[in-house]
């Protein structure tokens, strides 16, 4: 195995935040990241420069950098129409993932994927997928073949609760357990499916059902980094060891509407709970910690964020200034 890729072997220090060195301002600026990232798209949407939709990741920012901070460079993610954060905590660039926003050549999909499906071979990320729960299969069939090429691969498979509504989960999960696959199911609980509460649509005990495939089931608060990163390492690692699937539950909040244009949401869902789970904000619930503990004073935090601006500006303005595909490619790189 190759070890200089393993992120996860350098495992940091125990302190008052549980792990103690500079890695967790390492996390601290890849969440800040994702939200000035997502807070640009919705301004290029606002402002009609992004043709479509985007389905913003606001809020939810500690579980894809809590889970992908416990992968290896190899190990595979597959993502969903939420999956901005995704793309970029495994480790894509801000140019090419504004570019494929924008309908550009330089995007990851030469511009013709947009959003929602974007994929990044280069970063392990197999891909978003508009389907709600359609990467269930790709994940675990990329897990599938970590096994028997003995890579020692781990593959991640994020998807919304609204997925716990999709068959094929089922039958990938009962395959992953017969086979020990080393994959790993992330349920983002972020509490609605659209306009619908979860409650609606989702009967019974939610661990019940990967546990009823003999699953290694954990339900978690998704707000916290450290418990994510901690969490998904050991069961990464067990994966990564053939001792098979598990599926992690992070409880969780989506800020914005279910897309950008999702302004007037008061039908489905109170002002009060809103502001309520503002109060558990990931990114300022980690910036009080790294205060408490020492890790960082206001002025760290402030530098960083100034330097996340300057890149993501950087970012937009690649973006904005790269050239349209040539019409003469628009069959080219597509299936149908
Ligand atoms: C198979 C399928 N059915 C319906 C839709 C329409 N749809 C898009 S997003 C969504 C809700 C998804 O909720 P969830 O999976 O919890 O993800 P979230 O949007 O909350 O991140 C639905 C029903 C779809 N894209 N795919």
Redesign the pocket.
């Known amino acids: 195995m190759d070890r200089t890729k393993t992120r996860s072997t350098k495992r940091p220090n125990r302190g008052s935040l549980g792990v103690h060195d500079e890695r967790w301002l390492h996390f601290y600026r890849q969440m800040l990241k994702i939200r000035l990232f997502e807070q640009e798209v919705n301004q290029l949407y606002l402002s009609a420069k992004m043709p479509g939709l985007a389905?913003l990741y606001i809020g939810q920012e500690a579980v894809a950098v809590g889970v992908c901070e416990a992968l290896r460079h190899d190990d595979y993610v597959t993502s969903?129409?939420?999956g901005h954060g995704h793309c970029l905590a495994k480790g894509a660039s801000l140019e090419k993932m504004f570019a494929e926003l924008l309908g550009k050549a330089d995007g990851y999909c030469r511009g013709k994927g947009g959003s929602m499906h974007i994929a990044d071979q280069e970063t392990g990320n197999l891909g978003a997928n508009?389907?709600?729960?359609?990467s269930a299969g790709i994940a675990t069939g990329a897990a599938m073949s970590a096994k028997m090429r003995g890579s020692s691969q781990v593959a991640v498979c994020f998807?919304?609760?609204?997925?716990l509504g999709?068959g094929l989960l089922y039958e990938v999960m009962n395959m992953a357990s017969l086979w020990k696959l080393p994959v790993l199911y992330v349920c983002?609980n972020?509490q609605?499916?659209?306009y619908t509460h979860?409650r609606e649509t989702t009967a019974g005990d939610v661990t019940l059902r990967p546990e009823a495939f003999g699953l290694e089931t954990v339900s978690i608060n998704g707000q916290d980094v450290t418990a994510v990163y901690t969490t998904a390492l050991a069961l990464v690692e067990r994966a990564r060891q053939g001792k098979g699937p598990a599926f992690l539950i992070c409880d969780t909040y989506?800020f914005h509407g279910?897309h950008v244009g999702d302004i007037n949401r008061a039908y489905y869902r109170s002002k009060q709970e809103e502001e309520k789970w503002k109060e558990r904000d990931p990114i300022g619930l980690l910036a009080e910690r790294l205060k408490d503990s020492k890790l960082a004073d206001d002025n760290t935090l402030a530098k960083i964020e100034e330097d996340l601006r300057r890149e993501v500006e950087a970012g937009v303005e690649f973006a904005l200034n790269a050239p349209y595909p040539d019409p003469t490619e628009v069959d080219q790189h597509v299936y149908a």
């Open positions: 389905h969903t129409h939420r508009a389907i709600v729960g359609g998807f919304g609760e609204g997925a999709q983002e972020n609605y499916n659209e979860y989506r279910h």
